[in-house]
């Protein structure tokens, strides 16, 4: 069940709503996404599909996507100089090391990874891990663009 309520200052939207469930973002005057009308992207080993949810405009807004990672996926060790990293965890489970720390992550878990951090993961068990990622400022996401970018049909 999603309960919506709108709360408005001078016909300005203040609140902002994420249904996951639903595809839809809705972010004051900002932008609307609907169900699978984001660009969504495949890694090159074909392990990974990001769908970049909202893309900051520009400045220092911050970037919400949606990420499947299949058995087997692993994102080797790297940072982001400039870009704090959220990850929530909706589904699925893995290793991730965080600076000198391993552990593992699980459905339900969020974690904060820090701008200029090394990290780095790998998907364990038999179940896909599904994750909403933000990063703030955006700016990261950019390099899902330069692979091959699905069609509808192909969508997770």
Known sequence: MISLRTVARGGTCLLMVLCLGHGLAVTGEGQVVRAGSAPTFRSPDGLATFE?????????????????????????????PDSEELVYVLSGSGTMTLGDATFTVE????????????HSFTVGGEEPMEIVQVYSPGGPEQRFRAWEQQTEGDKP
């Open 52 to 80: 970049l949810l909202l893309e900051p405009p520009g400045g220092n807004a911050s970037y919400l996507g949606r990420a499947v990672f299949r058995p087997g996926a692993r994102s080797p060790v790297h940072q982001h």
């Open 107 to 118: 459905k339900g878990m969020a974690l904060r990874i820090p701008a200029g951090v090394a």
